[in-house]
């Protein structure tokens, strides 16, 4: 049975097109889709034909918020069943009626201390087959929990009454000493989940060590050190010793697994501290790496370094898509990585051999004292890159006099020699930038046109490094907040850039610190309110200000054991209205060809808010969260700061439907059927780029009459 749905066609005309009808459920059973992390549904009730009628059919608020509360929802909710399963803001789990947004049940989730942010991404769902009790697999701060899918109780005999300790396990550390969490879900694999973690990006961080936990009983199984112990594989590639003063390495963006040849895809980060290596000397194996492991023991099968010795904090964004490429006939089972720098390195799934001819990149600038940079980096040669790879003069943002002025003046202040320039005291130029390039929404796949979705950042960042002591590495001094929040507009040494941006030297003398505090907080003219700090970190800076007697401190002599750099901030370089400093396009969605390695098309995506309340419009903003396909020639994403909801056609990348949401989409959608009805529903959460925080999922689809449904369902 077919409903019929009159559309225009060609020319204005109309045709009548076949509207399938859903008869069973269609899940979205695992993070990201499937196991192959394809972002695909096969569904197209849904299709490039009538997706102009889509509509919103339920809205769930997941928790109330505070108005003044900074959160997120950066989940990708599952469908089992006719059942979604999702995350709030504050990480309570709840279960909702798939087809009316009815709750089912919810599970208060206990809070503990953290410094770390914790945004959730999905859980992980196992299920037996053999009448045991469905369970549910989620972190929440530094613990694993195990729910019963039905229910939302804990399952008491998973760990210590329904959870684990994921600060336990890391063999000769203090797990007092360790501050770890998840923010992805992670990997179903038999009767196993594979996890990996979140760490500091600091100085005394955690090792990012991948274990495999026994979905049961909560008993760690295995673990894979991303840093090696002595005699360990990849050890030489370090320091004497490095797991008891090294960190980081960690896999956090999500783990694919291949369960026909039980190997999991793991990629990892980079090595803790980010951007200063002189205590960890080598290449660093194995930060930065696609390591594919024995699912079932976690023994390494084989592993590719995407960035050697990383000083630019080039994590590996995303969970890889395990694809087949088509080549002469013949099919290639492969896995395929996005990075940060717009490229996609393709391997071999049984062997790890690149699949695309390879290039070395030479690696510019002077190192700082004490550094060990590598000579080179690896780069794919195909296919294409799917962000712009180098920032000239000629490409930086002329919106106006003032803006080409002033970024011009900046620009020629740093450090640059193209992808891989070595941070530097002066300031080295990152692009693209230290958010991608591809972040952690990562890739859609569609087998079917051998083609590859990707969404990405194409803004400038840069790194400027400061001497300080030892402590500053791993310890939040007034000194560092004042280096993360504020240096990246006035100056590592308060001074401003003399012309859109006041100096701060000798600031106590013409403003009180509390009218300064207030400042700071709400913001004034074109400098934006925090979002970086906590109010006791930005008093802190507050005081720093006032109260120091001496802008700059001296550095310690290169001979000292304490030599140390720090970053001055995650910062952006941007205009005086606080938009990318780089010509638009500033986000993009590319479609890339793998059987003929070429883009397909490539568009901007989003919008930044401020730039539309100055008049301009399609030029791309950065974006969060990433894409789906259907089989209905139809690509979902939100993602982007204007807070719209789009779908695009999956061949030509023109824009067919878009909707606005109560708050920007930074989350994956996903796509599902429920009582004959296939639905898209995305979490409305904000809370980044200076959005409003939400705490909303949304479902829409097409109306009743059009969907082939008897009724809306109850």
């Not at 850039?497 to 009218?515: A, H, I, Q, W």
């Amino acid at each position: 049975m077919c409903a019929l749905l009159v559309v225009a066609g060609c020319g204005g005309e109309l045709a009548q097109q076949p509207m399938p009808s859903l008869q069973n459920n269609h899940d979205w059973p695992t993070y990201l889709g499937d196991a192959a992390a394809s972002h695909h549904s096969p569904l197209t009730q849904i299709n490039r034909h009538n997706v102009a009628h889509l509509e919103e059919v339920w809205r769930y608020r997941s928790e109330d918020i505070a108005a003044d509360e900074v959160t997120q929802i950066q989940t990708n909710p599952l469908v089992l069943d006719g059942v979604l399963y999702g995350v709030s803001p504050n990480l309570e789990v709840f279960a909702l009626d798939a087809s009316s947004g009815r709750e089912l049940w919810r599970f208060d989730t206990p809070r503990a201390f953290s410094l770390m942010p914790n945004p959730n991404r999905g859980l992980a769902y196992w299920a037996s087959g053999d009448g045991r009790a469905p369970r549910l697999l989620f972190t929440a701060d530094h613990f694993l929990y195990a729910l019963d899918a039905r229910t939302g109780k804990l399952m008491s005999s998973f760990g210590n009454r329904g959870k684990v300790d994921l600060r336990e396990g890391f063999a000769g550390l203090d797990p007092a000493s360790i501050a770890v969490n998840a923010t992805s879900p992670g990997a179903i694999y038999k009767n196993l989940l594979i996890l990996g973690s979140r760490v500091s990006e600091f100085g005394g961080a955690a090792p990012g060590d991948i274990r495999a936990y026994n979905v049961l009983t909560g008993e760690q199984v295995w673990a894979f050190r991303t840093i090696p112990a002595g005699g360990d594989e990849g050890a030489n590639t370090w320091p004497k010793d490095a797991r008891s003063h090294s960190g980081g390495a960690n896999s956090w963006p999500g783990i694919t697994v291949d369960h026909v040849r039980g190997i999991a895809y793991a990629p990892t980060g980079s090595a803790s501290f980010d951007f200063y290596g002189g205590d960890r000397a080598g290449d660093n194996l194995f930060a930065n790496s696609l390591v594919a492991l024995d699912a079932a023991t976690g023994k390494r099968r084989w592993h590719q370094q995407l960035v050697r010795h990383d000083l630019w904090d080039r994590d590996l964004p995303a969970a890889p898509n395990l694809i087949s490429l088509v080549r002469n006939g013949e099919s290639i089972d492969a896995v395929a990585q996005v990075t940060k720098t717009g490229h996609v390195f393709v391997f071999d799934r049984e062997t790890g051999e690149p699949l695309f001819p390879m290039t070395e990149l030479e690696v510019a600038g002077d190192p700082l004292p004490g550094e060990h940079p590598p000579n080179r980096q690896p780069l794919p040669l195909s296919p294409p890159p799917f962000t712009r790879q180098h920032l000239s003069v000629d490409d930086l943002s002329t919106r106006t006099p003032l803006v080409a002025e002033v970024v011009r003046r900046k620009y020629e202040k740093f450090a640059y020699g193209g992808l891989y320039t070595l941070p530097s005291r002066q300031g080295t130029l990152v692009y693209p930038g230290i958010d991608g390039g591809a972040e952690w929404g990562g890739a859609a796949w569609d087998e079917a046109t051998q083609t590859l979705y990707i969404n990405a950042n194409e803004v400038p960042y840069f790194i400027q490094m400061v001497e300080g002591d030892a402590t500053d590495k791993g310890v939040a001094t007034p000194r560092s907040a004042y280096l993360i929040a504020c240096s990246g507009c006035h100056g590592v040494d308060h001074a401003g850039d003399g012309l859109t941006v006041p100096s701060l030297v000798g600031l106590r003398e013409r403003m009180n610190p509390l009218k300064a505090y207030r400042i700071a907080r709400d913001g004034r003219g074109r400098m934006p309110a925090n979002q970086l700090l906590p109010w006791y970190g930005l008093a802190a800076v507050i005081g720093y200000l006032y109260l120091s007697d001496e802008i700059d401190q001296a550095p310690l002599a290169e001979g000292s054991g304490d030599f140390a750099f720090l970053n001055a901030g995650w910062q952006k370089f941007v205009d005086p209205d606080g938009l990318p400093a780089s010509a638009p396009p500033w986000g993009t969605l590319t479609a890339i060809d793998f059987k003929n390695e070429r883009i397909k098309w490539r568009i901007p995506l989003g919008d930044y808010p401020k730039a539309t309340a100055l008049g301009y419009q399609g030029l791309g903003a950065e974006n969060y969260g990433g894409p789906v396909i259907t089989a209905g020639g139809l690509l979902f994403i939100g993602a982007t700061p204007d807070s719209r909801f789009r779908a695009f056609d999956s061949q030509t990348g023109e824009l067919l439907w878009e909707t606005a949401l109560p708050a920007a989409g930074f989350a994956t959608p996903t796509v599902y059927a429920a009582g004959g009805r296939q639905f898209i529903v995305i979490a409305a959460g904000g809370g980044k780029l200076g959005q409003m925080s939400g705490a909303e999922y949304i479902a829409y689809a097409l109306p009743v009459e059009l969907s082939g449904a008897t009724s809306l369902p109850q």
